[in-house]
């Protein structure tokens, strides 16, 4: 346990950072956070210069939080360097995936922590501006954020020559209003400049011409929150955490009938069984499947190799399924898959944009009017086919990943538990709803 | 008169946040929406008009970008409008029974307003607290957490009272601010 890398929570030489403040009282102000050492790192990644920030961060192994993975350092190289022209970074904090709702805490509890993040990626691109694209639903979170940058203008440590350093960096809060697909990054840039948010055709990438045209970097709020320790206290320090592809430590969240849901702290690699029995206390009913990084991801059937799964990148798909955003739902076994997936169907039916024809004909209309029809017990035989030929036509056929996001869960649903779905249709029987939690 | 004509330091505050450009000025579209949201509880034809000859744009342009997103609403809504989260954590914790009490008990559907002029419903989708399910979120208030039928009429109750949110005591262990772990809610 005491040599090797880290990888659960309950080693000792784990300690929390992300989530260290969140809770105590005060949190949330800049005294508090000069209290406990903030607005060092930006000093350290000045000093250090771009190239330095850039390499730690590469070497540090961290990989984007808010989903997809991708190498945060490296995605910062790809940044032209000298254009000449307005860098923006773009904090994507618009937390939409179901089942996730770690970076809610992260802007309520610790704002400051954010926005010194935010500075370190400016100058890793050599950003002078940059924008937080909340979601417009996070009232608190935007209120602290604003409070929180008021302060900071107050005080020097944002603005021109932030601390004397020459530095400058000017930050602003942008709210969305409630569309999913505004966390899709070129979406977002959209919605960023008053357009209806429709993905944009890559190339060009953000970095090449982004938001207004300019290079522009995106990156989720934890991704940010995380490369302020990295910069303090190292990459080694950071890369000492998780399993050989997978470094560091990743906030995880936990939903559905456990005895304490919540947001947990926890190196990559520790087990989907550590989160949800040793820290979440266990189900509070029996579970049948747990989707294990937000609403896309394929659901996991509840098994003890499943539980037994390090959370990491890999391991996960290895599995047939995605880390994610981290975002644990537990599905308990009194709600039939069909219904859960009904749901979710669903919810991506009515978050599509509207751009592509597989996306907004596939799945807001044939898969959400077919669930319909199953879901209400007026299923006939074939449509579980049905239901497959229409996941073989709309996935890896879109636009953007939204309509594939939608075809995930379905079909890991049809792997393992394709039962449930044709025992419906066969019986022309309607979902059971019985056994309410509400009350 | 017109609804942002003794607006205009908020607008140029708005303005300032982004580049100077007529494309940069687009960017205020959504915080102006938000603003005649929250002021006025939807967003007009005679709003939108407005905001698109302040921004350059037609208002067809404007009608397009509100009627992307859920928060922005193109018909009159009650003093409270009640969100109700229906995503899959809010589901399984009961948001379809919650939903059905709040229509039995306003005895309204989405799209109409109570004959007092107090609440108006709408279901939409996750708010990213799936710890705490099932939330409801008022106007652009706070989020109302781990709503038990209890809590839900309490809730009810204390607004029609006239109380503010944050003044409403809901039953249950948890307050208005429930923590990142839902341990102290016992839910």
Redesign the interface.
């Known amino acids: 346990m005491s040599s090797g890398p880290i990888t659960s929570g309950k080693d000792p030489r784990f300690e929390r950072t992300l989530y260290r403040y969140v809770g105590q009282p005060g949190c949330w102000t800049l005294d508090f956070y000069l209290a406990h050492g903030g607005y060092q790192a930006i000093r350290k990644a000045i000093q250090q210069g771009q190239d330095w920030v850039i390499e730690e961060v590469k070497k540090s192994g961290l990989r984007g939080r808010g989903g997809a993975g991708f190498p945060t350092g490296l995605k910062w190289s790809f940044m032209p360097k000298n254009t000449g022209k307005q860098h923006y970074i773009v904090c994507n904090a618009d937390e939409s995936e179901p089942g996730s709702f770690k970076d809610r805490y992260l802007m309520e509890d610790d704002p400051h922590q954010l926005i010194e993040g935010m500075m370190i990626a400016g100058v890793a691109i050599q950003a002078s501006k940059g924008y937080i694209y909340i979601r417009g639903e996070y009232r608190r979170a935007y209120d602290r954020l604003v409070a929180a940058i008021r302060e900071a203008y107050a005080q020097g440590y944002l603005g021109q020559n932030v601390m004397g350093t020459g530095f400058s960096f000017d930050l602003y809060v942008h709210r969305g209003a409630g569309a999913y697909i505004c966390g899709e990054e070129t979406a977002l840039m959209n919605s960023l400049e008053g357009l209806r948010a429709n993905p944009r055709m890559k190339p060009p990438f953000p970095a090449q011409a982004g938001l207004w045209g300019m290079p522009t970097t995106i990156n989720n709020v934890e991704s940010l929150c995380s490369v302020v320790h990295i910069v303090e206290r190292g990459a080694d320090w950071f890369a000492s955490m998780g399993t050989e592809k997978s470094k560091g430590h990743k906030l995880f969240q936990v939903s559905g009938p456990f005895k304490r849901p919540g947001v947990y702290e926890l190196p990559l690699g520790t087990t989907f069984r550590e989160l949800l029995f040793d820290w979440a206390g266990g189900p509070t009913e029996p579970i049948q499947a747990i989707i294990p990084g937000g609403s896309s991801c394929p659901p996991l059937p509840w098994t003890e190799e499943i539980l037994d799964t390090p959370m990491d990148y890999e391991a996960i798909s290895a599995k047939g399924s995605l880390l994610g955003t981290g975002g644990v739902i537990g599905i308990p076994a009194s709600m039939s898959m069909v219904d859960a997936m009904w749901n979710v169907t669903r919810f991506y039916g009515h978050e599509s944009c509207g751009k592509c024809t597989p996306c907004r004909e596939g799945v807001s209309g044939w898969m959400v009017s077919l669930f319909e029809k199953i879901g209400t017990g007026q299923g006939q035989k074939g449509d579980v086919e049905l239901l497959e030929d229409m996941l073989d036509q709309i996935e890896g056929r879109s636009f953007c990943a939204l309509a594939d996001a939608a075809c995930w869960p379905v079909r890991g649903s049809l792997k393992h538990f394709r039962q449930q779905f044709v025992d419906l249709v066969e019986n022309g029987k309607p979902v059971e709803r019985a056994g309410s939690r509400w009350g | 008169m017109g609804f942002f004509d003794d607006k205009q330091d908020w607008l140029r505050e708005v303005f300032a946040?982004?580049?100077d450009?007529p494309?940069?000025r687009?960017?205020?579209?959504?915080?102006m929406?938000?603003r005649v949201q929250q002021d006025e509880g939807w967003i007009s034809p005679e709003r939108q008009e407005e905001i698109a000859s302040i921004?350059g744009t037609t208002a067809t342009e404007v009608a397009?970008?509100m009627s992307?997103?859920?928060?922005?609403q193109a018909l009159p809504t009650g003093r409270y409008h009640i969100q109700v989260c229906?995503?899959?954590?809010c589901?399984?914790?009961?948001?379809?029974?919650?939903w059905d009490e709040l229509v039995q008990e306003l005895g309204i559907l989405r799209g109409e307003v109570t004959p007092d002029g107090l609440f108006s419903i709408q279901k939409?989708?996750?708010?990213?607290?799936?710890?705490?399910?099932?939330v409801v979120?008022i106007n652009?208030?706070?989020?109302v957490e781990c709503v038990?039928?209890a809590r839900l009429h309490a809730l009810l109750q204390g607004l029609r009272e006239g109380k503010r949110l944050e003044e409403i005591v809901l039953p249950g262990k948890a307050g208005h601010v429930v923590?990142?772990?839902?341990?102290e809610v016992g839910a």
């Not at chain 2, 589901?91 to 919650?98: F, M, P, Q, S």
């Not at chain 2, 939409?124 to 099932?134: D, K, M, N, R, W």
């Open positions: 946040q982004y580049p450009t494309q940069g687009r960017a205020a579209l959504m915080p929406l938000r921004l397009g970008v992307f997103y859920s928060y922005y229906a995503t899959l954590s589901a399984i914790g009961g948001a379809d029974e919650l939409v989708e996750c708010l990213g607290s799936c710890h705490t399910a099932p979120q652009d208030e706070p989020y038990t039928k923590h990142n772990r839902g341990e």
